[in-house]
């Protein structure tokens, strides 16, 4: 049974989430979602970082306890129905951000889409919590360093570099409950994109955020199978797959809206 289809109203969840409090090292009690982020401050140094694998393991042992009710939510919410005749709209609950890392949840009815997109220089933690969904990720193959000069490059009619080569990582459904998937600036999936089969919701924690202004910028992409190009040969590497991904703008039919965030509150001391 997906986590959260149990619940039948906000005031119950909050009651779970209640009993789930910890104490902190004031004696205080405390929530689920102000461990997560005192977690964070600890493991984020800022840009140009990546965590330790201690550290990966103990926020990913973290996220890996929060469910839906930790916080404040449920199916009966309006960002979780899809509207007849229109192109699902996926709403984005901010939690937090700093120079160092920000903490959201991406709420998906039934059919929203993520598009393909990259998190350049970021370790991203991402966990579902309730729902299934389809995950295809990807990783950048590093053609300059290959010895058998083995993945052929493509240039367009202006005489531009096209296409450029990336490996499979994943490419499956996920059903909550379920680990969290990490990812890292150069392995892990670092581009990827989502499509809920059923109501969903992502709990995301970036590290370092996005910031056009210091290179971090939210590039999306079109995928084509690796045979899509002529003259390309099938390689065969204890049975990778590859696939050709472009540069494209901002899906026009990408909407994300922005919603209060109404569960635990994080207490910044």
Not at 32 to 51: K, N
Request: proline letters at 7%.
């Amino acid at each position: 049974m997906l986590v959260g289809a149990q619940l039948t109203s906000s005031e119950r969840g909050n009651k779970k989430s209640r009993r789930r409090q910890k104490r902190s090292n004031t004696g205080t009690m405390q929530t689920a979602v102000q461990q997560l982020f005192e977690t964070c401050r600890e493991v984020f140094s800022g840009p140009g970082t990546v965590p330790s694998p201690g550290d990966v393991m103990r926020l990913k042992s973290v996220l890996d306890t929060v469910t839906a009710q930790d916080v404040g939510l449920n199916l009966n919410m309006r960002c979780f129905r899809q509207s007849d005749g229109q192109q699902p709209r996926i709403t984005y609950l901010h939690l937090h951000e700093c120079d160092k890392f920000s903490i959201g949840i991406f709420c998906l009815p039934p059919s929203g889409v993520i598009p393909l997109h990259n998190h350049p220089g970021m370790t991203v933690f991402s966990k579902l919590l309730f729902g299934s969904m389809h995950i295809k990720s990807y990783d950048w193959v590093d053609t300059q360093n290959d010895p058998y000069d083995s993945f052929p490059s493509h240039t367009n009619n202006s005489g531009q570099v096209g296409p450029s080569l990336a490996m499979v990582k994943s490419d499956g459904v996920v059903t909550a409950p379920c680990d969290t998937a990490v990812l890292f600036p150069n392995d892990g999936g670092n581009m990827h994109c989502f499509t809920a089969l059923t109501p969903c919701a992502v709990l995301d924690v970036l590290g370092p955020p996005y910031c056009d202004d210091e290179g971090r910028h939210c590039t999306y992409y079109n995928d084509f199978s690796f045979t899509s190009f002529p003259g390309d040969a099938i390689i065969q590497s204890n049975g990778d797959s590859y696939a050709w991904l472009e540069e494209r703008e901002k899906p026009e039919d990408f909407v994300v809206v922005g919603a209060p965030y109404r569960g635990p509150r994080i207490i910044e001391n």
